[in-house]
């Protein structure tokens, strides 16, 4: 019998107002690094370990408000404090109900939540 097929990654696709900035604040407040970002600007994507975003330019105010509403992105780290430690400084720029520090959850998960600047909330978390 053939092996069955395999998902082996999936990558969310975040429509947002303006790509550089967008870029530029997880490359600046959350250590991302640019994989690419299309000429015009449209379209980029960023890595950080083996996780990667892409991020989509609109102009569409039913997107940016789902974006800002209706999408959180759960990014899964090893080491939750060592990362909330390493991005702190940077995170204490934001302004005040853009981060929410570490805590723990009932069901055993360890978070810290930062919003981006379209509003999507980046729910970083660590299993015990």
């Known amino acids: 019998m053939a092996k069955p097929a395999e998902v082996a990654d999936a990558i969310a696709i975040v429509p947002v107002r303006n790509v550089t900035a967008t870029v530029a604040f997880y ?15 449209s379209f980029a994507t960023v890595t950080r370990g083996q996780a990667a975003l892409h991020f989509l330019r609109s102009d569409d105010p039913q997107a940016l408000a789902a974006t800002a509403n209706n999408i959180s992105l759960h990014i899964w780290v090893r080491g939750l404090d060592r990362l909330y430690e390493e991005l702190a400084p940077q995170l204490s720029e934001l302004p ?26 980046l729910l970083f978390a660590e299993s015990d």
Do not use: I, M, S, T
């Not at 490359?27 to 600007?41: H, I, S």
């Not at 109900?97 to 379209?118: A, C, L, M």
């Open 96 to 121: 005040e109900g853009r981060v929410r520090p570490p805590f723990d959850q009932p069901y055993g998960v360890r978070e810290f939540h930062v919003k981006d600047p379209d509003g999507c909330l």
């Open 27 to 41: 490359k600046n407040f959350l250590g991302f690094e640019a994989r690419y970002v299309a000429p015009d600007e």
